[in-house]
């Protein structure tokens, strides 16, 4: 059986230097410098007032009711069930009652919005800047590159992640460019803020961008700008109110007999 053949670039050595550490050098630094940046320029938050923290919790709490319910007894669950429902249709979770039934506020002339904004705005520019700079850089001086071989083999799925800017058919799928690399670096440096900087840091590019695509993730329950409350405690009632609950202790004598 014939053997295949083991495909060999020659390559200058000091390319591995002049091009990898350098890219990775200036990669890291950047993500260190949009940390301390998006840091500096991030606003103090306000201090939330005691209603608008109670309007929040309190539909946080009629979610977390029906997320764990199976883990209450009948009379508990129909007791919390019934408080939350009949508070919702009366209003009384409300921050401004008086502003029931109102379309709610543009979000432009929310000062509290509009400095939400303001800050989005601001991390999208901590991202978009130095990317587009070393994106830039990385293709006036390095495109084109072969820098490394992966030791390990890869389906050909893995060909244009690894060899972007390198139009070749017939290479292996193992060399990877300097825009790859770059690439790679840009999604695969998290466990190395994480390092430096700590869990919470500013300099992942794929937390932030999770985190603006998705404002909701980070704390369910608030409300976002030109939301209405009152039909979102509406909405909470009727889910509450249809809910068929279950408790999970039910019958568990009879079950705890049966698997002996």
Not at 37 to 62: D, F, H, N, V
Not at 118 to 143: D, E, L, R, S
Not at 204 to 228: H, K
């Amino acid at each position: 059986m014939a053997e295949d053949m083991m495909q060999t670039i020659h390559r200058d050595p000091a390319l591995f230097y002049w091009i990898l550490f350098p890219i990775t050098i200036v990669m890291v630094l950047t993500g260190v410098l949009r940390h301390y940046a998006t840091t500096l320029l991030a606003t103090t938050p306000k201090k939330l007032s005691l209603s608008l923290i109670r309007e929040q919790r309190s539909l946080l709490r009629g979610i977390n009711l029906r997320t764990n319910a199976p883990q209450l007894s009948s009379p508990s669950f129909n007791a919390r069930k019934n408080y939350l429902v009949q508070g919702y249709k009366d209003g009384i979770f409300l921050k401004d009652p008086e502003n029931r039934g109102k379309a709610p506020a543009n979000p432009m002339t929310d000062p509290a919005a509009m400095e939400g904004m303001m800050g989005m705005m601001k991390g999208n520019m901590m991202m978009m800047i130095p990317q587009t700079v070393i994106m830039g850089w990385i293709n006036a001086f390095f495109a084109g590159f072969v820098i490394m071989k992966l030791p390990f083999p890869l389906t050909i799925r893995f060909k244009s992640m690894l060899q972007s800017g390198v139009a070749t058919r017939d290479l292996d799928v193992r060399w990877v460019s300097s825009l790859s690399w770059y690439f790679l670096n840009l999604f695969g440096l998290q466990s190395v803020f994480i390092f430096i900087l700590g869990n919470d840091n500013a300099a992942n590019q794929m937390a932030q961008q999770m985190s603006q695509m998705n404002p909701g993730a980070a704390g369910a329950g608030t409300f976002q700008p030109g939301q209405d409350p009152d039909k979102m405690f509406q909405s909470e009632a009727e889910n509450l109110a249809v809910l068929e609950h279950w408790y999970i202790l039910d019958g568990v004598e009879a079950r705890l007999l049966a698997s002996i």
